[in-house]
């Protein structure tokens, strides 16, 4: 069983966000238990799983996403990983399609390499923290929004750019209260750096204490600073001491989040899980 690291959301090796991707020769998935302590051993905060599908119907690939502790229902960053890895051994071209638990998600690979994926937008609506969530955060928030069952985070926007960037949470508080987890965002200090807004994602309640680059979170954080800024198509900067850029163009109840990725291991499962 082939792995193979990717960084995605980054046209550099050692930065956005790094996912494990394995592509399986059988038409089936292994048992979750094995799926779950393969990503458990990889200990990054997706490993994808994919195998082909009959030719013909709704989807090229199955796919599915683990953390370290736990299938989530959508997963960007390791799309992208997937979508490069496929493209780079010559197994998909043009547009590939994923059937998951989010639905048919489609991923195009550009000339650039660059890596465009077709995602539905997240329904916001207005929410509020659970008790202690600000104070394990340190922040006041602006306002709060609920993402949808896909996504399934709370958004909270923050005063600002140094607010975001300086956040260093109680991870052990924010993991007993729910969900899956807190995107945190605020508008660019300097929109001349090449960046509109910026996002910071913890998950400590599925065992990532922080995401480097998420992009289901770009499915929320498009409509919500779309509508602040009056743009479709924006750029988000994500991440603390690790960082990526993600393209976002929203198009009504689809986005697109376009990044870059870079393989940078690839190696062989050498025990039976």
């Known amino acids: 069983?082939?792995?193979?690291?990717?960084?995605?959301?980054?046209?550099?090796?050692?930065?956005?966000?790094?996912?494990?991707?394995?592509l399986l020769d059988e038409e089936r998935f292994p048992?979750?238990?094995?799926?779950?302590?393969?990503?458990?051993?990889?200990?990054?905060?997706?490993t994808a799983f994919a195998h082909p599908l009959p030719a013909g119907g709704t989807a090229d690939w199955a796919l599915r996403w683990?953390?370290?502790a736990t299938e989530v229902r959508m997963c960007g960053h390791a799309t992208l990983a997937t979508a490069h890895v496929l493209h780079g051994r010559g197994r998909a071209t043009g547009t590939v399609r994923f059937a998951t638990l989010s639905g048919v998600l489609g991923a195009r690979v550009s000339e650039d390499g660059s890596v465009g994926l077709d995602f539905p937008t997240a329904p916001l609506t207005a929410a509020e923290l659970p008790r202690g969530a600000a104070r394990a955060l340190g922040l006041t928030p602006l306002s709060v929004h609920?993402?949808?069952?896909?996504?399934?985070?709370?958004?909270?926007?923050?005063?600002?750019?140094?607010?975001?960037?300086?956040l260093a949470p109680d991870v052990t508080a924010l993991a007993g209260l729910g969900g899956r987890g807190f995107i945190v965002t605020a508008p660019a200090e300097d929109p001349s750096r090449g960046y509109d807004f910026v996002s910071r994602c913890f998950f400590p309640a599925v065992g990532?204490?922080?995401d480097p680059v998420t992009g289901s979170a770009h499915t929320?954080?498009?409509?919500?600073?779309?509508?602040?800024?009056?743009r479709e198509s924006l750029t988000g900067h994500q991440g603390g001491s690790r960082t990526g850029l993600v393209h976002t163009t929203l198009r009504g109840e689809r986005t697109l989040l376009t990044g870059h990725a870079v393989t940078v291991l690839d190696g062989e499962l050498c025990v039976q899980p």
Do not use: C, H, Y
């Open 1 to 22: 069983m082939r792995i193979r690291i990717v960084d995605a959301f980054t046209d550099r090796p050692f930065a956005g966000n790094p996912a494990a991707v394995l």
């Open 31 to 46: 048992a979750d238990a094995v799926l779950q302590r393969i990503a458990a051993e990889m200990n990054l905060s997706e």
């Open 66 to 68: 683990f953390t370290p």
């Open 146 to 166: 609920d993402t949808g069952p896909d996504v399934g985070d709370l958004l909270v926007e923050a005063a600002d750019e140094k607010t975001v960037r300086a």
């Open 208 to 210: 990532v204490d922080e």
């Open 220 to 230: 929320a954080l498009a409509p919500f600073w779309s509508a602040r800024l009056g």
